[in-house]
């Protein structure tokens, strides 16, 4: 059963993080096309411009689940880098456990007010000519914190498993 949890979560981080990698094409392309009306025709769109905005937020927290699956996460390995196998599953463990989850799940819980609050008026730019969808913006709050809480669960459940592993293999010998 872990091992379909494991399986389900990081297929979801995995298609969700291909997905969100094709927005940094469009955000480029976006960003060329304002520059070249700004400084070729003198022309500006605040709307635009807060795409850019939104495509670079989108990138950075539909894409984090992505990134901590594929360990490609920020982290001080002074120490871990040299570590077993074990030992780095023990700190995964340990981080997930007492860092990653108390974090996402406060923050989580934190958002949904913050969030609810623009839906409920359905808030748009404070900028002339800009994205009504500062609400869906918001909402990507919680849903970064339950991707990166469904992606720790299943890099715990992953990490006990090279413990356990690790352990029968000590016993078997």
């Known amino acids: 059963m872990f091992n379909k949890l494991v399986s389900l979560a990081e297929a979801v981080s995995h298609y969700t993080g291909r997905c969100v990698a094709w927005f940094t094409l469009v955000m480029m392309l976006l960003t060329c096309l304002i520059v070249?009306?700004?400084y070729g025709f003198g022309l500006g769109s605040t709307a635009l411009q807060e795409s850019v905005l939104y495509l670079h937020?989108?990138?950075f927290m539909l894409g984090?689940?992505?990134?901590?699956k594929?360990?490609?996460h920020v982290r001080v390995d002074v120490f871990y880098?040299?570590?077993s196998v074990t030992k780095k599953a023990w700190v995964n463990i340990i981080g997930g456990l007492f860092f990653l989850l108390p974090v996402t799940l406060y923050t989580a819980?934190?958002?949904?007010?913050?969030?609810?609050a623009s839906w409920r008026v359905m808030e748009t730019?404070?900028?002339?000519?800009?994205l009504p969808f500062v609400y869906l913006l918001k909402t990507l709050i919680p849903i970064m914190m339950v991707s990166l809480i469904l992606q720790g669960t299943a890099d715990i459940l992953k990490n006990i498993g090279v413990v356990t592993a690790a352990r029968n293999t000590k016993g078997q010998n």
Do not use: H, N, Q
């Open 125 to 130: 730019s404070a900028e002339p000519g800009g």
């Open 109 to 116: 819980y934190l958002s949904l007010d913050y969030v609810s």
């Open 36 to 38: 070249l009306l700004r």
């Open 70 to 72: 594929d360990d490609e």
């Open 57 to 59: 937020a989108m990138v």
């Open 64 to 68: 984090a689940a992505y990134t901590f």
């Open 81 to 83: 880098r040299d570590f």
